[in-house]
């Protein structure tokens, strides 16, 4: 059928599918009877054709790297079927996710969007959640291949790796997409991997992805990614997005008239996408509703569960969990107390449902008794604090705000995203926007505001001009490194009065290359002072226990930047300092997209990281809390004792954060644990770490052979409860060369076994490698390589506690070659 209808498509035709319509569909061809298909964002939930804030609302699972924590890819694949029931209720056939770039450091943005430092654990989860996904006739979306493992200068830096370590760390989540979940869909990411754009390189789209590793799906661009004509075409891009077309279209045909780009190559093109359509149903009903919002009560379970099995127990005295009969007064604090943290920012962001502050969790959880009391402390939030309330919209015109209104809107939030214009006739390079609000401060003083646009914008309050982002506008840190760095600037307020706060924003009049926003946010706040500080330790003195919710927000961790450093930011190590000299009774329950340093551990009962556990966040701290559920997550991300400990903070800034265009991953395999192993750092905590609120007991490791044969090698672990409660204990298996002709890795995870045990009962971890499982790729040899040999089978609960070692026994040397051509060296 495919082939039938590729040789009725006229050149046009077939051209016309190979670049987007508008910001989220595809072009139809009306006259074949081949409609548009929606496609949405992910990872975390199904947003829709709207704006990155607002519109109709969908459902908000937990951030991914909470999903690396819980090790579980059943759960997973639970989680990928309900999320492509979300993106049907968006009327979408493409979900754009899972994003699976490795943790290289601990200050990568968007280190809250991925899974884990290691691509063992990280493969395993891509494949449960495409599988599931997959399973509702929805595309899933592998992202972003390949090297995006930082945001900063992300649409123009070159991550430059030798081919050893890209096939090694970097590209084994994408090939067992490929191989084992046949994903539809990849997405390229902005970088240039070696100096050539991944949107064009013929080296990683073709020769690699679909002749070495045999894909037949689609590879789009990510939005605004992709750069040329005829190369992104030779190179094996397929769909460049969003549209409206910028280089295909007659572009495109007149480079295949001309003897540029052959034919034949734009009819493969063409044909994936096609296959794409039938795939996920277009052809059968091409039908586009409504988009809705359906808050279904399983998936609201499912959430909470997720959320519950992320978190991670870093530290335990004995007071968790927590007795409420026992409890008299609690100190919820912090900032993350009462403001519901449950996704991190950038295009993952969605309109959640609802979002359940853990301080509303603890409450809902004590059936709403009195004995919690809340003081906030001091603030976190990289920005300014936006205003909530009403706010008006008029749009104009001309960038000048006059003239007859065009169009007018309200806004519950001053955080403003103008992808489409929300009126025809509106011109997204000229056009203006007046918004109004009013705000009645609760104490006087010097309060911030703070100004962040992409566009030109000033901001009056009552009528005096406060904030100018007029004059001398440059690109700075927000919406996506496209809006200039917030200009925060003070005003005296009175207590109780009502202030106008005015803002007129205007388009920039040109659009430089790459993403193209318009967007806004302002804010007004009074800064912590000393005075909250003293207020939220006297709350903790009179308590019998104060728990502290700290950490970051989707300010901090958001694609478009890189975190300054693994501190907590404004004065919170100095709240958690305060508090736990008056009640060492402190429970810190850590709110972060990746690790920080914790110099303040010693000082504290207890510590859990929650990440960002999705909309029922409040719910699940709650359940751990008070052990109405587990803590199951355990690391996914070694936590090293100081930012410096990481192996790609070597000091070099052609190593992090990159130099005159070029990252260059000098540490090669030494990656995460791989760097602690091989030069001794001792971590704060451990890949794979975590405790349990009940005890376990390991038998010794059975192993079905001592030698590796084409079978393979089975490997069994009983482990018992010995506890008084259920819990979740993690089984990791690491192979460990004895000798090798290339250098490698002290240890390499290669298999993993997340366990349910009931009190008092026993049960069984079952692992199993085969003999890749022993390989290195030798990049002159052209081919995987284990060696003959004596390996060990390293049995263990976390990097760094190893409970069991096997004899492993390798007769001859096995090979399996690969037909890429070597990865070009690195070009300017």
Known sequence: MLDQLLDRMTLEEQVALLSGA????????????????????GPNGARGGGSLVGGVKSACFPAAIGIGAAWNPGLVREMGV???????????????????????????????????????LTSALAVAYIEGVQSQGIAATIKHFIGNESEIERQTMSSDLDERTLREIYLPPFEAAVKQAGVWAIMSSYNRLNGVWTSENRWLLTELLREEWGYDGIVMSDWFGSHTTEASVIGGLDLEMPGPTRDRGDKLITAVREGRVPEETVKAAARRILLLLERVG???????????????????????????????????????????????????LGPNAAEPRVMGGGSAQINAHYKVSPLEGIRNALSGTNR????????????????????????????????????????QISNFFWLDMPKASLDPLDFSVRLKTTYRPEESG???????????????????????????????????????????????????RSYEIRVDYRSPAEVESGIRIRALRFGVELPTSDKDIQLAVEQARASDIAVLFVGREGEWDTEGLDLPDMRLPGRQEELIEKVAAVNPRSIVVLQTGGPIEMPWLDKVSAVIQAWYPGQEAGNAIADVLFGAAEPGGRLPQTFPQRLTDNS????????????????????GLAVGYRHHDANGAKPLF?????LSYTRFDWSAPRASSRDMGSAGVAIEVDVTNIGDRAGGELVQLYVKPKSSRLPRPVKELKAFAKLHVAAGETATAKLSIAVRDLAYFDPQARAWIAEAGDYDLVIAANAEHIRATLPLTLASEWREGVSAPPLPDVVD
Not at 22 to 41: N, P, Q, S, Y
């Open 22 to 41: 508008d910001f989220w569909t595809t072009v139809a061809v009306e006259r074949l009877g081949i409609l548009k298909i929606k496609v949405t964002d």
């Open 82 to 120: 309900a999320l492509a029931e979300e993106t049907k209720t968006k009327s979408a056939r493409v979900l754009l996710a899972p994003t699976v770039n490795i943790h290289r450091s601990g200050l990568n943005g968007r280190n809250f969007e991925c899974y884990s430092e290691d691509p063992v």
């Open 282 to 332: 277009a052809f059968a009903d091409a039908s586009m509703h409504e988009e809705k919002a359906i808050d279904r009560p399983e998936h609201r379970a499912l959430i909470r569960k997720l959320g519950a099995d992320g978190m991670v127990l870093l530290k335990n005295d004995g007071i968790l969990p927590l007795d409420k009969s026992a409890l008299d007064r609690i100190a919820v």
């Open 372 to 411: 919690v009391s809340h003081i906030m402390g001091c603030r976190n939030n990289r920005l300014t604090r936006m205003v909530e309330g009403e706010i008006s919209l008029d749009f104009f015109q001309g960038t000048r705000c006059e003239g007859t209104v065009v169009h007018s809107d309200q806004a």
């Open 446 to 496: 010097n309060h911030l505001f703070g100004l962040a646009n992409a566009g030109l914008a000033r901001l009056y309050v009552d009528d005096v001009l406060v904030v100018d982002s007029y004059g001398g506008w440059k690109r700075g840190d927000n919406f996506f490194g496209n809006g200039n760095t917030e200009i925060r600037v003070e005003h005296f307020l009175e207590a109780g």
């Open 648 to 667: 790609a903070m070597t000091g070099d800034p052609k190593t992090y954060p990159g130099e005159s265009g070029h990252v260059v991953y000098t540490e």
């Open 686 to 690: 451990p890949f794979g770490y975590g």
